[in-house]
């Protein structure tokens, strides 16, 4: 007997990723690090709706509900910079979870962010 998918199941198991404060084309804080995503398909519509509007979409992925992320946020994966261009709570899926479209970043920022090591 065939199993039955469950298509609102979100997985969170394709790398993880930062999230960094920006201000004036720089990156001067992490506001979380190390979050696991989910890879999702960037869709037809949503693509061609994002090219009309004069942007790209060039990943979505899905995480866990984080608290103060808003689309001034960059979000860093694999060193590669992209700007948050959308976020959708999805409480249709299980778990609940946000999709973010991101546009990887044509100029990259200056990482201004600490890069001490502190001994304990």
Do not use: H, W
């Given at each position: 007997m065939p199993r039955i998918q469950d298509n609102n199941f979100?997985?969170?198991?394709?790398?993880?990723?930062?999230?960094c404060k920006v201000k004036d084309?720089?990156?001067?804080?992490?506001?979380?690090?190390?979050?696991?995503?989910g890879n999702q398909t960037v869709g037809v519509?949503?693509?061609w709706e994002a090219k009309v509007a004069s942007s790209n979409i060039d990943r979505v992925v899905s995480i866990l509900p984080v608290d103060e992320?808003?689309?001034?946020?960059?979000?860093?994966?694999?060193?590669?910079?992209?700007?948050?261009?959308?976020?959708?709570?999805?409480?249709?899926?299980?778990?609940?979870?946000?999709?973010?479209?991101l546009e990887e970043n044509s100029i990259a920022y200056?990482?201004?962010?600490?890069?001490?090591?502190v001994n304990e």
């Open positions: 979100v997985t969170f198991n394709d790398g993880v990723l930062d999230l084309r720089t990156i001067i804080e992490t506001k979380q690090k190390g979050l696991r995503f519509v949503r693509f992320i808003s689309q001034k946020a960059m979000c860093i994966i694999k060193g590669i910079q992209y700007k948050i261009k959308q976020i959708q709570i999805k409480y249709d899926k299980k778990p609940v979870c946000m999709f973010l479209s200056k990482d201004a962010r600490s890069t001490e090591i």
